[in-house]
């Protein structure tokens, strides 16, 4: 039997997608489950850390998910909370 090895895809719209489902599951948890309805799908967790190692490679950092958490509370309705924040400039005159 002919075992064939896929490297990951690390596709952006899908690691996209997993991460949000990470973040999602990591905060239902934090709350105990006392959500009205589940959001989270555990069964996509293993695919993240599979499928997207270099997006994982950042939550073994101290900072990095306390960062990532600060910038939702700021910004809740940020499609990609883990995008690097751009700069805007505002003139007041």
């Known amino acids: ?3 064939l090895y896929a490297p990951p895809s690390n596709d ?3 690691c996209l997608y997993l991460e949000e489902n990470w973040l999602t599951c990591l905060k239902e948890k934090s709350v105990r489950d006392d959500v ?5 799908k555990p069964e996509y ?3 993240f850390v599979l499928e997207c190692p270099d ?3 950042g ?3 101290d900072d990095y998910l306390k960062r990532i958490f600060k910038m939702v509370k700021l910004n809740p309705d940020s499609p990609n909370p883990t995008a690097k ?3 805007v400039d ?4």
């Open 85 to 87: 924040p751009q700069r």
């Open 45 to 47: 967790l293993m695919w």
């Open 1 to 3: 039997m002919n075992v």
């Open 90 to 93: 505002i003139n007041i005159d």
């Open 55 to 57: 997006k994982v490679n």
């Open 59 to 61: 939550y073994h950092k």
């Open 36 to 40: 009205p309805r589940m959001q989270c």
């Open 12 to 14: 952006e719209k899908e």
